[in-house]
């Protein structure tokens, strides 16, 4: 309506075990100028553990499911080519499932266990630019992702990550790098076993054959780069695709 947007939506879940939940979103916009635009939204979520969680080795048939409420405020820019954004976020999470220590399932490993009270509040700025043939894209997600009864960061939850990427239409092709960085994080919920921050560097190519048919390509980790998602587990190395992909117009 005029410079104004409204969005809402409403969803209903029944789970056989944890009954009925509703949950929903609210969001606006005001477009200020052409080029700006202010938005605002607050959601709720819901989501029930898997059976996975519950049941398995390292489940716990008393985990709880998760409810979310999430606001947003965001101020965006757009210009010809070129686009830029800031999104501040504050999202409370009860009950939130994570995997934690030993405890009461069958694995020594560790089991699935709920955070009481859990918050991720950060700010996501973001944005691209065209340079002549040079498309250039950008993110940066700053957060604090605390456990709110204890104070310690959230396991496995980087305080800052972000991409940096680059493309060119190149003799009829699609050429591109990436860069994905992340800070260091914790393991567990103690805060005592850091997992350390790294960069992945990426290349991809693709080109259209013909109308339906697109030859691809990529590297994944260029430099061969030794990290890990969670201790001890083992990550990819330098890793290259091919690929045919049939997409009928």
Do not use: M
């Not at 080029?35 to 048939?61: D, I, K």
């Amino acid at each position: 309506a005029g410079p104004q947007t409204v969005q809402l939506n409403l969803r209903r879940d029944h789970d056989s075990a944890f009954g009925g939940r509703t949950s929903g979103s609210a969001a606006y916009g005001y477009a200020l100028t052409p080029q700006w635009r202010a938005t605002a939204s607050a959601g709720t979520a819901f989501r029930a553990p898997t059976l996975y969680q519950l049941f398995s080795q390292y489940g716990v048939p008393d985990l709880q499911p998760e409810i979310s409420h999430n606001l947003e405020l965001g101020l965006h820019y757009r210009q010809g080519a070129g686009n830029v954004s800031v999104v501040a976020y504050r999202n409370r999470v009860s009950n939130l499932i994570s995997f934690a220590v030993p405890g009461p399932c069958a694995s020594s490993f560790g089991c699935y266990a709920n955070t009481a009270q859990a918050e991720y509040s950060g700010v996501t700025l973001s944005g691209g630019q065209q340079f002549g043939l040079v498309n250039v894209h950008a993110s940066l997600d700053v957060q604090d992702p605390r456990d709110l009864s204890t104070g310690n960061l959230l396991a496995r939850r980087a305080r800052r990550h972000g991409t940096l990427g680059a493309d060119a239409q190149v003799a009829g092709w699609t050429v591109g790098a990436e860069a994905q960085f992340s800070s260091r994080r914790y393991d567990d919920a103690a805060n005592l076993q850091p997992l350390g921050g790294y960069t992945l560097i990426g290349l991809y190519t693709s080109t259209h054959l013909s109308k339906d048919w697109t030859l691809l390509a990529r590297v994944d980790n260029l430099a061969d780069k030794n990290y890990q998602l969670a201790y001890t587990y083992t990550t990819p190395g330098r890793t290259f695709y091919a690929g045919l992909k049939w997409a009928p117009q």
